[in-house]
């Protein structure tokens, strides 16, 4: 089954790190653009990164640049999103999810269960 | 902009045909196709439609997507209960250089 696991949420005070994984399987990983979107509690969608195919191109929201980083490991079938100086508002749960095409054009058509990052003291 | 425009509820008996509208810019859905997504509650969302008005296998026909200008719609006939969800629109930004997302349209079946 294609599948995307999300690991390495919980709770972090501000100005903390964390750092997320997503484990990918039953395709091939390093076809795949890849992206991160969160939710907060109660809230809609929000784009945060995404990543080209062999890492060499990445793309943040403004309000996450210089702050977070997108990376990915073809070998290991895995994507990553370093969080720093997190901040209050960075508290949603995260999803990792895949994208066929460059430009959205077959949109993102496979989705983590994601995993929730709460940033409080 | 830092999102497309939907409106946060929408709501229909059992049978009925709703629709969903999505508002964008130049930037968004001018020069770039629309993707909307179902979240049903305490779930992650799912592709619903793609390229505008593509299914995704296993979508039913009862679900349809348009677009037109910088404004797209999805429309939902033969309302059932299980469609009661959260629907989302999402394109990419070629000023923003990546995703953007509405802000979601909870769906309610009366």
């Known amino acids: 089954e294609v599948q995307l696991v999300e690991s390495g949420g919980g709770l972090v005070q501000p100005g903390g790190s964390l750092r997320l994984s997503c484990a990918a399987s039953?395709?091939?990983?390093?076809?795949?653009?890849m992206h991160w979107v969160r939710q907060a509690p109660g809230k809609g969608l929000v784009w945060v990164s995404r990543?080209?195919?062999?890492?060499?191109?990445?793309s943040y929201a403004d309000s996450v640049k210089g702050r977070f980083t997108i990376s990915r490991d073809n070998a290991k079938n895995t994507l990553n999103l370093q969080m720093n100086s997190l901040r209050g508002e960075d508290t949603a749960v995260y999803y990792c999810?895949?994208?066929?095409?460059?430009?959205?054009?077959?949109?993102?058509?496979?989705w983590g269960q994601g995993t929730t990052v709460t940033v409080s003291s | 902009q830092s999102v497309l425009t939907q409106p946060p509820s929408a709501s229909g008996t059992p049978g009925q045909r709703v629709t969903i509208s999505c508002s964008g810019s130049?930037?968004?859905?001018?020069?770039?196709?629309v993707n909307w997504y179902q979240q049903l509650p305490g779930t992650a969302p799912k592709l619903l439609i793609y390229s505008n008005k593509q299914r995704p296998s296993g979508v039913p026909d009862r679900f349809s997507g348009s677009k037109s200008g910088t404004s797209a719609s999805l429309a939902i006939s033969g309302l059932q209960s299980d469609d009661e969800a959260d629907y989302h629109c999402a394109a990419w930004d070629d000023s923003l250089n990546g995703v953007l997302f509405g802000g979601g349209t909870k769906l309610t079946v009366l």
């Open positions: 999810a895949r994208a066929p095409g460059q430009w959205l054009v077959y949109g993102m058509d496979v």
């Open positions: 130049s930037s968004n859905i001018g020069s770039n196709t």
């Open positions: 990543i080209n195919t062999d890492g060499s191109s990445t």
């Open positions: 039953e395709f091939t990983f390093s076809n795949s653009w």
